[in-house]
């Protein structure tokens, strides 16, 4: 006869079956092992401090990373970012600041050697002359520049500029005169004068004025110019050839008394010195302070502040023998002339 099966089931495990006290069966899992720190979050913290871009680079980088594998490290990463952005924007700002701190500088600079910003905005003296006339374009203008030979022979081997019609335009050309008393810039007026602009521009690119001195400065109350152009440095020098007048002569007839009655040649006005009408050759000067001389010499340009500057200080200088008119006390070498 079978017994019947206990009423809640088998029986009991013999002693032994159970696993001791305190103690877990064979095989189960225990907690994870902990995650590395991410390598990248650390290199962006260090690099917010040595090169904050690449902290930028380095955090975004270790975030994505992060995020995918569960790696530790993101507060390095976001702290690395933070100073990396920060760093990097106060560099950008230090060097905007710097750049407009050194414009601001080279501007305040300009202006001190400038000494003023317009030369030729107000007379430097009072001149009881009338003004130059106003300009009228005669119908020849630079239709037909003629350079004849002198009977008085070049103080420096010269070819005479080409001739016949000579264009108007550009109506402005740049040009500058270099000098050892310091440079001296130009804007010929070559609306005005085309055929004294051209002759001008052929001796400079010829190299005729290089090495030859200003040999007249003149200081006095009515007339204030420097005079160069001529290689003896005697005042009598020329290329071998003349050439006609142009503005402000050419707006009289040459039986017009206005011709012998001074005008105000003002500061800053660049013109052609001759013996006469008709005369022109390579001399020209500079007019350094408002000045009384009848309308008989030819305005072909202007000087910029830079250039009356270091006119300003060659007058400054004076006359070697003291008096009102001669020898620049400073001698005045141009180095050479050029013209864009």
């Known amino acids: 006869m079978t017994n019947p099966p206990p009423p809640y089931g ?23 092992p ?20 690449l902290g930028i ?33 106060l560099t950008i700002l230090v060097v905007v600041l710097s750049v407009l701190f050194v414009i601001a500088v080279g501007r305040s600079l300009e202006d001190l050697d400038g000494m003023t910003t317009d030369y030729t905005a107000t007379p430097t003296r009072p001149i009881n002359a009338p003004p130059l006339p106003e300009f009228k374009r005669p119908a020849t203008l630079g239709s037909n520049c003629q350079y004849p030979t002198t009977t008085e ?8 500029p080409r001739t016949g019609r000579v264009p108007t335009e550009p109506a402005l050309i740049s040009a500058g005169i270099k000098t050892n008393r310091g440079a001296i810039g130009l804007q010929l007026d070559n609306a005005k004068a085309p055929c004294t602009v051209n002759n001008f521009a052929s001796l400079a690119q010829q190299g005729f004025f290089d090495d030859t001195t200003c040999h007249r400065l003149t200081t006095t109350p009515t ?40 005008m105000r040649y003002p500061r800053g006005t660049l013109a052609m010195a001759n013996a006469g009408i008709g005369t022109n050759g390579s001399q020209f ?49 141009i180095e050479s002339v050029r013209v864009d």
Not at 34 to 53: E, G, W
Not at 153 to 160: G, L, M, N, Q, V
């Open 57 to 89: 680079v380095f955090g975004h980088i270790s975030l994505s990373q992060i995020k995918k594998t569960g790696e530790e490290g993101r507060g390095l990463a976001l702290a690395g970012l933070i100073i990396s952005y920060l760093i990097t924007a």
């Open 285 to 333: 000067f500079l007019v350094y302070e408002d000045s009384a001389l009848p309308p008989t010499y030819t305005v072909f340009g202007t000087i910029d502040k830079t250039g009356l500057a270091t006119l300003d200080k060659i007058a400054a200088g004076g006359v070697a023998d003291s008096s009102g008119d001669g020898e620049p006390n400073q001698t005045v070498k």
């Open 34 to 53: 902990p995650q590395p720190t991410n390598t990248l979050a650390i290199a962006s913290l260090v690099c917010a401090f040595v090169f904050a871009p």
């Open 223 to 262: 007339l204030g110019v420097l005079q160069c152009g001529d290689p003896s440095g005697s005042g009598t020098g020329g290329p071998g050839y003349r050439f006609p007048n142009e503005y402000p002569t050419n707006q009289f007839r040459l039986t017009d008394p206005s011709l012998k009655t001074p």
């Open 153 to 160: 022979p070049a103080s420096k081997p010269a070819k005479p």
């Open 10 to 32: 088998a029986y009991p495990p013999p002693y032994g079956a159970y696993p001791p006290y305190g103690g877990y069966p064979s095989g189960y899992p225990g907690y994870p």
